[in-house]
């Protein structure tokens, strides 16, 4: 089952020949942000498949927003199923209590994380944790060394070794930093009226457990421009770097290495900001009344796709430009960037709320990911007999 999948957890199980059925991300309307997975909705998804074998849930989203990962489990295990969380961006969690839980130590059977992201580790970093009863060892280290290289990095390794011990002796003394940091930041941008900066009362309802507070999510709608443009205007105009853009947000993440000149620059980049949409720059634009919000994507995401995916992925396809592709059955997955979260899957029917959220954040700026044309305007379909 897959939840806002990333590309290669998807692509590795189309490939495998597993049919996958789709876990609706909670989204909070006001906001336009997606939240995690309702253990409500999970269990009534695992109630109509009973023959599934897991659920792969992301939990952080980008949007720093975690799922209820020990009431996930609770619905899993009672029926057998185990639970597998990618935690790309939370394998720091257990070194610091003021961070979110553990999902290994609240349920999770297996948990994805990539150190290189948030603990330092060289880049492709990355661990996958087994707990439980549920899970064969011995199968699961088969399978994992079937896609692994017989001649791994050396200095990868190494750093996968150094990180994990540097956190457990200084992990509370550096994650506290990190997060008095972002808590600075955030108060010296709360007297910022023209934004809006996503905080805790985001948590008031399924599918938002927790937020991390090394996360700094700013909607910018007030300032009559569009995520994407701030966050180009940021990184060229004051070297900040920005994590998530998308048509209404621009986001940041506080790592080990953020220092209290980052913070700096980053208010005053955000104070500049301000100040230049106020007086009237041409090259930001407004977001369009109409232009498609997460929650048009929802009924565009059914439980079950038209087509098995390995079957759709493998079967023969046309190239077809967006306005002709609705009504059609998509061919490979299709994503926008950052961060890659896939928007259409390989076996899902192609509706018109689809293309128009493709077509909306590709003229906003987006870079739209395909494994075939690279977000030129084209998008692999089914060949119809």
Request: aromatic fraction near 6%; hydrophobic fraction near 45%.
């Amino acid at each position: 089952m897959a939840s806002k999948e990333h590309e290669a957890a998807f692509s590795t199980a189309v490939y495998a020949g597993v049919n996958l059925v789709a876990i609706t991300p909670v989204v909070d309307r006001g906001r336009d942000i997606e939240h995690g997975t309702d253990p409500e909705t999970l269990g009534r998804l695992l109630d109509l498949h009973p023959r599934d074998k897991a659920a792969h849930v992301i939990s952080p989203t980008f949007f720093g927003v975690t799922s209820d990962i020990g009431a996930l489990g609770e619905v899993c295990h009672a029926r057998g199923v185990f639970l597998i969380v990618d935690a790309a961006w939370g394998a720091h969690y257990p070194s610091c209590d003021r961070l979110p839980d553990n999902p290994m130590a609240f349920g999770a059977d297996v948990m994805v994380v990539s150190v290189h992201k948030t603990m330092g580790a060289r880049a492709q970093g990355s661990f996958m944790p087994v707990a439980g009863d549920l899970i064969d060892r011995e199968r699961f280290v088969w399978a994992f060394e079937m896609l692994q290289c017989t001649s791994p990095s050396i200095s990868i390794l190494a750093s996968l070794d150094a990180t994990p011990r540097a956190h457990v002796a200084e992990g509370q003394r550096i994650w506290r930093r990190v997060v008095d940091l972002a808590d600075s930041v955030r108060e010296r941008l709360a007297s910022v009226d023209e934004i809006s900066i996503l905080d805790r009362q985001v948590l008031s309802g399924p599918g938002a457990h927790d937020l991390d507070p090394a996360f700094l999510i700013l909607d910018v709608r007030r300032l009559g421009m569009l995520g994407y443009e701030a966050d180009e205007w940021l990184q060229v105009e004051r070297k900040v770097s920005a994590v998530l853009g998308d048509l209404r947000h621009v986001g940041f993440s506080f790592l080990l290495e953020t220092t209290e000149t980052d913070a700096d620059r980053l208010v005053q980049g955000v104070r500049d900001l301000v100040a230049v949409a106020k007086a009237g720059d041409a090259r930001f634009h407004a977001v369009p009344d109409e232009a498609p919000n997460y929650a048009s994507l929802m009924p565009a995401l059914p439980a079950a796709p038209a087509l098995p995916p390995p079957r759709s992925a493998a079967a023969k396809f046309d190239r077809v430009p967006y306005e002709q592709a609705v009504g059609r059955i998509a061919g490979r997955s299709v994503a926008v960037v950052p961060p890659a979260i896939p928007r259409l899957l390989p076996g899902q029917m192609i509706t018109a709320a689809s293309v128009a959220f493709l077509r909306a954040n590709l003229d906003a700026g987006a870079f739209i990911l395909d494994s075939d044309e690279h977000g030129d305007g084209l998008i692999r379909v089914v060949r119809e007999n």
